[in-house]
């Protein structure tokens, strides 16, 4: 740790202390740059006193996730302090604001660029319109059921010569709305993802009605980012005519649970710079369909194909294409045996992540794996019935470095917790998931 940043820790802990008063005064002095790193390190419980300390009306980022303060206070001292003028960038992913709250947080940013307010139930179409800026460029409103094609018609009029990123991804926006985003021609990143993402965020009266989106704006030719996953109301022809004029300059492209089929991607397909494809749950894709896609798409470093009829033939491409891969999710595609997996692990040999839930994948392969993949650091192996723990136990007695940080033997039967404990004190930063989802670290044991 350098000097700096072992002094921002002390006064940090300083200022959490009782009698932190003196403290408080001098840090005040601090320049911006490091009032904002100390913000960083005590937000988590600031105290009206550290509030009043560390905030500063200077600071152009701000971050407001993870604050666990109360909320009360940090408005007072937003507002008693005039924050927002030199604000540029802002997030407020997952707090708990009442509406009249983001009222106070979200007046007067002249100069904000990139608001970040993703699970904030009381977010809504009424703070977009008090935004004063007139530089918009990055929007993320995921998971706010407040924001409706309204907010849309708002980026619509005032934003279409700086918007770049919008993330919209389980709002209330309807087909209406999103063809609006017509206008927004400097669109470079887009997501419009209608699946549910994650139950605890999602409230029982909150229709996702980007799930219903029917038809997609064209002519958005800047983008490189699109997130269509779940629009499976969609048609194959206009996800086609949407994805023919980007993808040769698209790098990372999720397409997950949508209506596309084979044929509708064998029309787009080209030489790209794809770094990152998912194509889950697209039933109506073949084995020989998605080859093709690898061998235009060398360097992909994230491939997702969970779900699908693959072949050993589409491993073996993607060792064979893919040197660059970094994450891979195969989960549930059961037609995969040792050999595709074995042709993985002898090539891709920069893997981080590997998802092989409910394969055929065995305790030799995944030797090989972890000696050929030495960057290894989260692997997946839940509902595999082919392996018997004899891995582990090769493990143990050669002890080799791993990197491993995370294994997941959920569901599978022939592991015994036994096993996994005699090895967890030779890796004490791995932590392995159990049979029925039970967390395992060396401390544990």
Same mark, same amino acid.
């Given at each position: 740790?350098?000097?700096?940043?072992?002094?921002?820790?002390?006064?940090?802990?300083?200022?959490?202390?009782?009698?932190?008063?003196?403290?408080?005064?001098?840090?005040?002095?601090?320049?911006?740059?490091?009032?904002?790193?100390?913000?960083?390190?005590?937000?988590?419980?600031?105290?009206?006193?550290?509030?009043?300390?560390?905030?500063?009306?200077?600071?152009?980022?701000?971050?407001?996730?993870?604050?666990?303060?109360?909320?009360?206070?940090?408005?007072?001292?937003?507002?008693?302090?005039?924050?927002?003028?030199?604000?540029?960038?802002?997030?407020?992913?997952?707090?708990?604001?009442?509406?009249?709250?983001?009222?106070?947080?979200?007046?007067?940013?002249?100069?904000?660029?990139?608001?970040?307010?993703?699970?904030?139930?009381?977010?809504?179409?009424?703070?977009?319109?008090?935004?004063?800026?007139?530089?918009?460029?990055?929007?993320?409103?995921?998971?706010?059921?407040?924001?409706?094609?309204?907010?849309?018609?708002?980026?619509?009029?005032?934003?279409?010569?700086?918007?770049?990123?919008?993330?919209?991804?389980?709002?209330?926006?309807?087909?209406?709305?999103?063809?609006?985003?017509?206008?927004?021609?400097?669109?470079?990143?887009?997501?419009?993802?209608?699946?549910?993402?994650?139950?605890?965020?999602?409230?029982?009266?909150?229709?996702?009605?980007?799930?219903?989106?029917?038809?997609?704006?064209?002519?958005?030719?800047?983008?490189?980012?699109?997130?269509?996953?779940?629009?499976?109301?969609?048609?194959?022809?206009?996800?086609?005519?949407?994805?023919?004029?980007?993808?040769?300059?698209?790098?990372?492209?999720?397409?997950?649970? %949508?209506?596309?089929?084979?044929?509708? @991607?064998? +029309?787009?397909?080209?030489?790209?710079? !794809?770094?990152? #494809? /998912? =194509? $889950? &749950?697209?039933?109506?894709?073949?084995?020989?369909?998605?080859?093709?896609?690898?061998?235009?798409?060398?360097?992909?470093?994230?491939?997702?194909?969970?779900?699908?009829?693959?072949?050993?033939?589409?491993?073996?491409?993607?060792?064979?294409?893919?040197?660059?891969?970094?994450?891979?999710?195969?989960?549930?595609?059961?037609?995969?045996?040792?050999?595709?997996?074995?042709?993985?692990?002898?090539?891709?040999?920069?893997?981080?992540?590997?998802?092989?839930?409910?394969?055929?994948?065995?305790?030799?392969?995944?030797?090989?794996?972890?000696?050929?993949?030495?960057?290894?650091?989260?692997?997946?192996?839940?509902?595999?019935?082919?392996? %018997?723990?004899?891995?582990?136990?090769? @493990?143990? +007695?050669?002890?080799?470095?791993?990197? !491993?940080?995370? #294994? /997941? =033997? $959920? &569901?599978?039967?022939?592991?015994?917790?036994?096993?996994?404990?005699?090895?967890?004190?030779?890796?004490?930063?791995?932590?392995?998931?159990?049979?029925?989802?039970?967390?395992?670290?060396?401390?544990?044991?």
């Amino acid at each position: 740790m350098a000097l700096q940043d072992r002094c921002l820790a002390v006064v940090a802990a300083l200022l959490s202390s009782r009698d932190a008063d003196d403290v408080a005064l001098a840090v005040a002095a601090l320049p911006v740059h490091l009032l904002d790193a100390l913000w960083n390190l005590t937000k988590a419980n600031a105290s009206s006193k550290v509030l009043d300390a560390v905030l500063s009306n200077e600071s152009s980022c701000v971050n407001l996730t993870s604050f666990g303060g109360d909320l009360t206070d940090l408005v007072h001292t937003w507002h008693a302090k005039r924050m927002g003028s030199a604000i540029m960038e802002l997030s407020l992913d997952g707090v708990a604001f009442k509406p009249a709250d983001l009222y106070v947080i979200m007046d007067a940013l002249p100069q904000l660029q990139h608001l970040r307010c993703a699970y904030v139930s009381a977010f809504s179409d009424e703070h977009v319109r008090l935004l004063t800026t007139l530089n918009l460029c990055e929007l993320c409103v995921n998971w706010c059921s407040g924001v409706t094609d309204a907010t849309l018609s708002v980026l619509a009029t005032r934003y279409t010569n700086s918007l770049t990123a919008l993330e919209i991804a389980g709002t209330t926006v309807t087909t209406q709305g999103v063809l609006r985003l017509v206008a927004c021609t400097k669109l470079q990143r887009l997501n419009l993802r209608g699946a549910e993402t994650s139950k605890a965020h999602k409230s029982e009266h909150c229709v996702v009605a980007c799930d219903q989106v029917t038809d997609l704006p064209q002519g958005l030719d800047q983008l490189i980012d699109i997130d269509l996953r779940g629009l499976s109301c969609v048609s194959t022809d206009n996800l086609t005519r949407v994805l023919s004029p980007v993808w040769p300059h698209l790098e990372r492209v999720s397409l997950g649970e %949508t209506a596309l089929t084979s044929s509708a @991607l064998k +029309e787009v397909l080209c030489h790209g710079c !794809l770094e990152l #494809l /998912d =194509l $889950s &749950w697209c039933f109506q894709l073949d084995a020989a369909t998605i080859i093709s896609c690898i061998r235009f798409a060398s360097s992909l470093v994230t491939i997702k194909l969970r779900c699908l009829e693959l072949s050993d033939n589409c491993l073996e491409a993607i060792a064979r294409h893919c040197p660059t891969l970094r994450k891979l999710n195969i989960a549930r595609c059961r037609n995969l045996s040792d050999g595709g997996f074995q042709a993985i692990a002898s090539s891709c040999n920069r893997l981080e992540v590997l998802d092989a839930s409910w394969s055929l994948v065995a305790d030799a392969t995944l030797l090989l794996l972890l000696d050929c993949a030495p960057a290894l650091k989260r692997l997946c192996l839940q509902g595999c019935k082919a392996i %018997t723990g004899s891995f582990l136990d090769k @493990l143990r +007695e050669t002890r080799p470095p791993l990197r !491993l940080a995370s #294994l /997941d =033997l $959920s &569901w599978v039967d022939a592991v015994e917790n036994e096993v996994v404990q005699s090895v967890l004190p030779l890796y004490p930063s791995l932590v392995v998931t159990g049979y029925y989802g039970e967390v395992l670290v060396a401390s544990s044991v």
